[in-house]
């Protein structure tokens, strides 16, 4: 059974990088046939995609997020990560990691981590 | 504001039928097929439908979904308190290089 896991600081102060880490346990981000992505949610408000990542490298990012995220994998430890630069209060939420198929048809999230909250605050 | 429209609340009584719209554009439901997540109070999403009107193993019968045009249903019929959540529409967008649209959510009340 493929479980997901995300692990990261709950605190972050404004303008720093928040960085999410995500264990993928029982398959492999290394697979052909999948992406793994971050969807976001803010408290008592509604999901948000970040941005999916591939094996190969490739990736596609929420062009209202673009220009704030990266989103990488590490196959030695079956791991994928989040970085978003420049937090504000805004960015306060629930952050998930999930994984997708592939293409149009495939865009949509079969498994899903627990969720960690990231909040913004000095 | 949300690439898909959705209600903000919808709300049935047991046993009724109830259906949530989501309205999209050319760039994503009028060319993608059409996804739906429920969430439970303090739980993560869960894929309810995909490809419009599939359902995941282990998902009632009760939950159907459509699409036509630029626009998807998501229907729950035979209503149970435990339906009760909130549920959202994806789609894949193809503006902007590609990314996933969601929809703003619609808060399910049993009553």
């Known amino acids: 059974q493929l479980q997901l896991q995300e692990s990261g600081p709950g605190l972050v102060k404004p303008s720093e990088t928040l960085s999410l880490t995500c264990t993928v346990s029982g398959g492999s981000i290394s697979s052909s046939s999948y992406y793994w992505g971050w969807i976001r949610q803010p408290p008592g408000k509604g999901l948000e995609y970040i941005g999916s990542f591939y094996n190969s490298g490739s990736t596609y990012y929420n062009p209202s997020l673009k220009s704030r995220v990266t989103i990488s994998g590490d196959t030695s430890k079956n791991q994928f990560s989040l970085k978003l630069s420049s937090m504000t209060a805004a960015d306060t939420a629930v952050y998930y990691c999930?994984?997708?198929?592939?293409?149009?048809?495939?865009?949509?999230?079969?498994?899903w981590g627990q969720g960690t909250l990231a909040t913004v605050s000095s | 504001q949300s690439v898909l429209t959705q209600p903000p609340s919808a709300s049935g009584t047991p046993g009724q039928r109830v259906t949530i719209s989501c309205s999209g554009s050319?760039?994503?439901?009028?060319?993608?097929?059409v996804n739906w997540y429920q969430q439970l109070p303090g739980t993560a999403p869960k894929l309810l439908i995909y490809s419009s009107n599939q359902r995941p193993s282990g998902v009632p019968d009760r939950f159907s979904g459509s699409r036509s045009g630029t626009s998807a249903s998501l229907a729950i019929s035979g209503l149970q308190s435990e339906d009760e959540a909130d549920y959202y529409c994806?789609?894949?967008?193809?503006?902007?290089?590609?990314?996933?649209?969601f929809g703003g959510g619609t808060k399910l009340t049993v009553l």
């Open positions: 999930a994984r997708s198929g592939l293409g149009t048809w495939g865009a949509y999230f079969d498994y």
């Open positions: 050319s760039s994503n439901i009028g060319i993608s097929p």
């Open positions: 994806a789609a894949w967008d193809d503006s902007l290089n590609g990314h996933v649209a």
